[in-house]
């Protein structure tokens, strides 16, 4: 993380520091996890976390792994840089940062990229990037595909996730399913998932592509 050499950075106790609410990244205690206590334990925090004030707390913006491994080694404050965001504003700047973490799960990348939109549209943000060649305006989708490098279609189908019920995410997150299948799932109702998934189980299979259109 590239960090303005103008912004303050200050040691923050991690008793006063929040996790951000509905935060759809995952911190894992895996191999990474345990790396990264390693480094830690023998450099410490190289990369200060970012916060926003929250009344007399502090909302974690970008971090979440670095503060977990602190915590892990019992590390009581951690190097952080506090700015002055509005919520919609952390919002983005916390699926940014976020996005750059080597291994994301199909679930995680589809609540991020539902997260900023929503906030992007409550900002009323105009989007209207351009291009040189050919000078139109990007919908909230289209910027976010182009900041990814994905297609518009795929930052779609992310997104179509959010509606599967749990069972069926967990399926796609442990590659049981594949995204396409799964999208189409989606567009049943929360009672016809059920049913469906239900029916998975009895019949220990899983519906194939055309199946999923079909039904």
């Known amino acids: 993380m590239d ?4 912004e303050k ?17 995952q911190v894992r205690d895996d191999e990474d996890m345990e790396r990264l206590i390693q480094s830690i334990d023998n450099n410490g925090v190289l990369n200060p976390v970012i916060l926003r004030k929250n009344g007399e707390r502090y909302e974690l913006i970008a971090g979440h792994r670095r503060k977990h491994a602190c ?22 700047e916390m699926v940014d940062s976020n996005l750059q973490r080597e291994h994301i799960l199909p679930s995680e990348k589809a609540y991020a990229y539902k997260m900023k939109i929503d906030a992007m549209k409550r900002q009323g943000e105009r989007t209207d990037l351009t291009s040189d060649q050919i000078g139109q305006r990007l919908t909230s989708v289209e910027r976010i595909a182009i900041e990814n490098n994905e297609s518009k279609t795929q930052v779609q189908r992310y997104i179509c996730l959010t509606r599967l019920i749990p069972e069926f ?15 189409e799932i989606s567009k049943l109702s929360k009672a016809v998932q059920q049913k469906l998934y239900a029916l998975c189980i009895c019949e220990d299979c899983l519906p194939s592509y055309s199946q999923s259109v079909r039904l």
Do not use: W, Y
């Not at 923050?12 to 609410?21: C, E, G, H, K, Q």
């Not at 967990?170 to 399913?177: F, L, N, S």
């Open 9 to 25: 950075v200050c040691t923050v106790p991690i008793s006063l520091i929040d996790d951000f609410a509905e935060h759809p990244f």
């Open 71 to 92: 915590l892990r080694l019992g590390i009581s404050g951690i190097p952080a840089i506090v700015r002055e965001l509005s919520r919609d504003e952390a919002v983005v």
């Open 3 to 6: 960090v303005n050499s103008q």
């Open 169 to 183: 995410l967990d399926m796609v997150d442990e590659r049981k399913m594949a995204l396409t299948p799964a999208v």
